[in-house]
């Protein structure tokens, strides 16, 4: 079992950046999609950005252009850069791994984005 651990999150202003971090405890090279989603208050969970094992990205329409999705897989870990916060970016954010036989959460972190 791979456990994966976000940190990063915090209170931001409008217009500012975050950098989120995932950690996972053991190897993430077999993992062909790693992600981060996002869960809002009274809103369902919801796709942030992808990337596969190869470094092909995507993106959900409200993020494109300031978010960026990275991983490292010698570290074992997967990075979401997000510029120019709006405060409709608050939510939990929770990273996601997938291998061929399983799927991965983490526990979640905050990031709120309030003047």
């Known amino acids: 079992q791979v456990q994966l651990v976000e940190s990063g999150g915090g209170l931001v202003q409008p217009g500012g950046s975050l950098r989120l971090s995932c950690a996972a405890s053991?190897?993430?090279?077999?993992?062909?999609?790693m992600g981060w989603y996002r869960q809002a208050p009274g809103k369902q969970r919801e796709l942030v950005a992808t990337i596969t094992h190869g470094d092909s990205t995507h993106y959900v329409d409200s993020v494109k252009g300031r978010f960026t999705i990275s991983r490292d897989n010698a570290k074992n870990a997967v990075y979401l850069q997000m510029d120019s916060l709006k405060p409709e970016d608050t939510a939990v954010y929770y990273c996601n791994g997938k291998n061929l036989v399983h799927e991965y959460w983490g526990q979640g972190t905050q990031v709120t984005v309030s003047s």
């Open positions: 053991g190897s993430i090279s077999s993992f062909y999609v």
